[in-house]
């Protein structure tokens, strides 16, 4: 098949699998990276709070490639901007491999983030471009599965590979492989133009993210990003005594996560943007208390639920945008990423300096030992719940927001007026 549902002589299967296997590079190194953060700080003798800065530098190239990927966009193509991702991944774990000290891990794991926010500031308005109505969110459900897909691949391989004593340098070895698929199928293929000519243009781009609707949605982006990045990223040190194993629950949560997005888009059919939003802020929220008071098997149940909520976070309010205020165009989506990415080189800090803080409270009570670092973890956990609750209200307010715009764009429309626009 060589032709998308709206543009004629582009290849839409190999741009599709090649924009997975970007996703899987970055996915990769999110959870590798999570698999050796005890390695790493045992290795260079790094405190909970440094890893937690290492983590924010990954967070933080995200957002900074997502928003000048999304500038140039239209101009330079998705094919050039993929094109620097390649150069920043190789780049990245090479240096990775070689940095042997705090701020050569801080540097390196920047690059990787640059080349991670090239693939979403690429991938994302390509098939938003590329595919039509409801197929758009089913595509685009199916582009975000491999992020939870390549996580369970890498936690899987890193747990394996640490069990047969190889060094985390190997480990980052591993990421390099996928990064090489992508950019051969990218090779030379032609990319889709602009189905919402207004989106290509930075004026109309504006104009739309200025709406109070957009930047209600900015505000659920940084809080959506943090219900599901921060108890992943921190799963092998927050999880290390619950008596599960940590790498194991991050293969459970992401293996979940890939079949739900699988099926997303029969979900928006069915439920809207808003409602799956809705639904999955309640489950997350039930799921991270849960990993907050339970330990042992009872892990694995909470594992399931946290997974089943946050699973339709990403994809679906990339997905409202693009569907809902598609004037934003590539820099809508762009922007609404980065502030998902963004608020994690806050948050990851903070909660590398929650862990240290509880650990301290637990050996003031005379705690030691495996006690102390389940008593420490689970109360981190406990405070990391206070992001999916908060969203339960934003996401109630958003489906009556949305409801209300519905039945006043169909009254109007019916007036013969001009629809106002959400």
Not at 17 to 31: D, K, M, N, R, V
Not at 115 to 130: Q, R, S, V
Request: charged share 10%; hydrophobic share 50%; net charge neutral.
């Amino acid at each position: 098949m060589k032709t998308t549902d709206n543009q004629a002589g582009v290849n839409a299967n190999r741009l599709f699998y090649g924009s997975c296997f970007a996703l899987i590079t970055t996915a990769l190194s999110f959870s590798i990276r999570a698999g050796i953060l005890p390695q790493l700080g045992d290795e260079l003798s790094l405190s909970a709070e440094q890893l937690g800065f290492i983590n924010s530098m990954w967070f933080l190239g995200f957002p900074i490639s997502m928003v000048i990927g999304g500038l140039i966009y239209h101009k330079v193509g998705g094919k050039a901007i993929m094109q620097f991702a390649f150069f920043a991944h190789a780049v990245g774990i090479i240096m990775t491999i070689y940095a042997g000290s705090y701020v050569g891990l801080l540097i390196s794991t920047l690059l990787i983030g640059l080349g991670n926010g090239c693939t979403e500031a690429a991938c994302n308005p390509m098939i938003a471009d590329a595919y039509q109505g409801t197929r758009m969110s089913k595509m685009l459900n199916r582009f975000h599965m491999w992020f939870p897909g390549g996580i369970v691949v890498g936690s899987l391989v890193s747990k394996f590979m640490t069990d047969l004593g190889m060094s985390w340098q190997s480990q980052i070895w591993v990421i390099i492989i996928p990064a090489l698929i992508y950019a051969y199928l990218f090779f030379g293929q032609p990319w889709p133009k602009a189905k919402v000519q207004e989106g290509a243009t930075l004026k109309g781009n504006l104009r739309a993210m200025f709406s109070p609707l957009f930047l209600f949605m900015v505000v659920c982006m940084s809080l959506t990003a943090a219900s599901e990045f921060i108890p992943q990223q921190w799963t092998s040190v927050i999880l290390a005594k619950s008596g599960a194993q940590p790498m194991l629950i991050l293969a459970l949560v992401t293996g979940i996560m890939a079949v739900a997005r699988y099926f997303g888009g029969e979900m928006v059919a069915k439920f809207d943007q808003t409602g799956v939003l809705l639904g999955s802020a309640c489950l997350a929220t039930v799921g991270i208390y849960l990993f907050s008071t339970q330990t042992g098997s009872m892990a694995y149940v909470a594992a399931i639920i946290f997974a089943l909520g946050v699973a339709y976070f990403w994809p679906n309010m990339i997905g409202f945008i693009a569907d809902k205020i598609p004037k934003s165009g590539a820099l809508g989506m762009s922007i609404l990423g980065a502030v998902g990415m963004f608020s994690q080189t806050i948050f990851q800090p903070i909660t590398g300096h929650w862990i240290d803080e509880n650990m301290a409270a637990a050996a003031e009570m005379g705690l030691t030992g495996d006690e102390l670092e389940l008593t420490a973890g689970q109360e981190t956990m406990r405070s990391i719940t206070i992001f999916p609750i908060l969203l339960i209200v934003l996401f109630t307010i958003l489906w009556f927001w949305v409801k209300k715009r519905k039945a006043t764009s169909a009254a109007e429309a019916e007036s013969g007026q001009p629809a106002t626009e959400l």
